[in-house]
């Protein structure tokens, strides 16, 4: 069995300071683990993926996570939050069995405010 | 990258009606695509899982009559809400995985469908 676990619903920072989104996984398997975001009445879009290669995950409009074992953790930073940041964020936990959705675990999302 | 088309993006129907949503993987082939729904400010719940030429497998809870699941190619999966009722407006989002992350579990999103029945 897999959990994944976002610690805050709703996240605001100001414009141009840190962003730190969290989250805490479980698994019996090694996991592959993701974030996703979703603005408002779109789809998912991928914003990084750890599979069990760099801990230290690079993804898209200058977010990073980190891949931590010992803490079963995977948060997720951005050094500075631009207004197009706002939208809800999903981590994802993947069991590592392939390819099926079922083998998907969705956080409850969280939903991330940039104030002015 | 991987592209998943939906379509319609919004749709209103009257109660009783019958509403068609369509799901493409543009630039691969999905053997396999997953619809889910979300309920407003929630995450996403898995509905069935789309298997090219053969039956869907609906997640327990789900009405396979009706929510219809046809996969008739490697690049279309539909979804057909049967006589809508008010309580089956929601967000319905399709997602494919393709044949080079298949391993990882990542999976490639529509852009959603927002169903509002009247």
């Known amino acids: 069995a897999q959990s994944v676990t976002q610690l805050d619903s709703h996240v605001s920072v100001s414009e141009g300071t840190p962003v730190l989104l969290r989250c805490n996984y479980s698994?019996?398997?090694?996991?592959?683990l993701f974030w996703y975001v979703q603005h408002p009445n779109k789809g998912l879009q991928l914003l990084l993926k750890?599979?069990?290669?760099?801990?230290l995950v690079k993804g898209i409009n200058g977010f990073e996570a980190e891949f931590k074992k010992s803490e079963t953790s995977f948060h997720l930073t951005k050094p500075s939050a631009h207004m197009s940041d706002a939208a809800e964020y999903f981590c994802?936990?993947?069991?590592?069995?392939?390819?099926?959705?079922?083998?998907?675990?969705f956080g409850k999302g969280t939903h991330l405010i940039i104030q002015p | 990258g991987a592209v998943v088309s939906q379509h319609p993006s919004r749709v209103i129907c009257k109660s009783g009606t019958s509403v068609k949503i369509e799901c493409r993987s543009l630039?691969?082939?999905?053997?396999?695509m997953f619809w889910y729904r979300q309920f407003p400010k929630q995450s996403l719940m898995l509905m069935a899982t789309?298997?090219?030429?053969?039956?869907?497998?609906?997640e327990q809870g789900v009405e396979k009559d009706k929510f219809l699941i046809n996969h008739a190619s490697l690049t279309l999966s539909t979804l057909t809400v049967t006589s809508a009722h008010p309580e089956d407006s929601s967000f319905y989002i399709c997602?494919?995985?393709?044949?080079?992350?298949?391993?990882?579990?990542?999976?490639?999103f529509g852009e959603g469908s927002r169903l509002t029945v009247l």
């Open positions: 789309s298997n090219e030429g053969s039956k869907a497998t609906y």
């Open positions: 994802v936990v993947s069991d590592g069995t392939g390819g099926g959705a079922d083998g998907l675990t």
């Open positions: 997602s494919a995985s393709s044949t080079g992350t298949w391993a990882t579990g990542e999976l490639f």
């Open positions: 630039d691969f082939q999905a053997t396999t």
């Open positions: 750890y599979t069990s290669a760099a801990t």
């Open positions: 698994s019996s398997y090694s996991p592959s």
